[in-house]
């Protein structure tokens, strides 16, 4: 077997593209596009690339951007003084604090200065509050959350595969806040039955191996190996690591894609999707707030 593609690039352009049209209809109806500001403290180079092909995609679509580029040790009391003026500031929209965020700066708590209408990244206490007392797909689209963006891009694409995911096994190695626990979540609320794993799981190799779903967020390569797959399971590597220069997953794709059905490339498969959902978060925000403003 040679696993598909699973890049969720016809699912990503068609959501940009319907994403570009309602951000016309906002601007039309405002005089004013969608925007989203960005704080970022310090200049971490990783965060720099992610952020240039944020900046791209906003272009694309119609959503203005502002970057408040702040300096490694700026004290925190200003940085809460910026979070509360973009919070109060009708024509921001979305705001993101890009992480990490340099020592002793503490991102937990400076998040909790984003107002919840505007945490277009999902990561406040409040928006986090509301997506886990969904229990149900359904609920969540219902619901005023805010999905994190790569567990929305993570269970977008499974659903992309047709693949059943009620009752199936989902395993997700890797228990971050941002990406593998609001992942577990989400596909809970797919029905899928889930396994939550971290770097205190004993038998990894035995979970794995009974996995149909299997969602790879640890950040690291060589820990899970291709040969656990269960063959024909749906995977998704959410990882971004280099090895050699390369950017690659964390799973090794060549004996993964021997087994899997679906395998998502690295890059170009949760990455990409990831920047889409940003945008769908930032439009769908300021769409919310405007019918409020404006009734
Ligand atoms: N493509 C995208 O758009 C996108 C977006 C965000 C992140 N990422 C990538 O996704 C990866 C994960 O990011 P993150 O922010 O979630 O990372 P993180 O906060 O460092 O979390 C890593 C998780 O992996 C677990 N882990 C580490 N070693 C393990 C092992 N040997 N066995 C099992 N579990 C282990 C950790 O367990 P403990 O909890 O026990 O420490 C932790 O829960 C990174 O490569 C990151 O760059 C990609």
Known sequence: MTAQALKGK??????RAELHERAQS???ERGTPPQLAIIAIGGDPGSQVYLRKKLEACREVGVETTVESLPAGIPEAKVFRLMAKLGQDPDVDGI???QPVPEPLDAARLLEAIPPEKDVEGVTPHNT?????????EGIRRSEALVPCTANAIAHLVLETKAEVAGRHAVVVGRSTIVGRPTAHLLSCLDATVTLCHSRSRHLDRVIASADILVCALGKTGVVQGSWIKPGAVVVDAGVNTADGAVVGDIDAGPASA?????????GGVGPLTVTFLLFNTVLAAERRTKKTLG
């Open 10 to 15: 016809t699912l990503s352009d068609g959501l």
């Open 26 to 28: 906002l601007t039309e």
């Open 96 to 98: 993101i604090l890009d």
């Open 129 to 137: 509050g509301r997506l886990y007392l969904q229990k149900s797909w």
């Open 259 to 267: 087994r899997a059905s679906w395998l998502t490339p690295v890059p």
